[in-house]
């Protein structure tokens, strides 16, 4: 019969008739997102390496200009946010860091973020050195251009490919175009 182990007490489920089973996902590993205190991300890496919790930390280096000198940090490339890889029943291990403030999740209860994709982002970080954060934009924001020979130009984000498309719309005479951009020369459109 299976032992649940928890710390350094061991309940066997033959011996205490009214233990309460599990779903599989509060007892299997899953990758969840922590959101923390600004600027507490790596505070709450180094306590989750203390608790020997899994967590996953991305940084990226950039250079900022002080008055008298230039520095090379480290930031976080999403704020606010470090990835920890534990059970749900075990939850309590992240929450009791009092930089921690909930899993991220959906009506009080959090929510698992797909192996494959926590397992690809790692990899390829890994192997890239040129990622840095960039403002969240979805197919259907309004957005404008910023640089390029559209610059200026408002308009609304058809679909992603290596590039982004944008449809550039002339309301006054009803008519659209759609020209190619790089995403870095589009930002979030303010109404």
Known sequence: ?????????TIEPARV???????????????????TCANHEKRVAAELGVRS???????YNSVRRWKDRRVQLELPLFPGYIFV???????LRVLQISSVVRLVGFGGLPVPLPDE?????RSGLSQSAGAEPHRFLTVGRRVRITAGPFAGLA????RRKSGLRVVISLELIQRSIMVDVDACDVKPAVA
């Not at 919790?53 to 940084?59: A, C, K, Q, W």
């Not at 890889?85 to 939850?91: I, S, V, Y």
């Not at 994709?117 to 982002?121: D, F, G, T």
């Open 1 to 9: 019969m299976a032992s649940s182990t928890y710390s350094s007490f």
């Open 17 to 35: 008739p009214n233990l309460l089973t599990l779903p599989a996902s509060h007892v299997e590993p899953c990758w969840f997102a922590a959101y």
């Open 53 to 59: 919790v899994e967590h996953f930390l991305p940084l």
């Open 85 to 91: 890889r534990l059970p749900l029943c075990e939850r």
């Open 117 to 121: 994709e926590m397992e690809l982002m």
């Open 155 to 158: 308009g609304v984000m058809k």
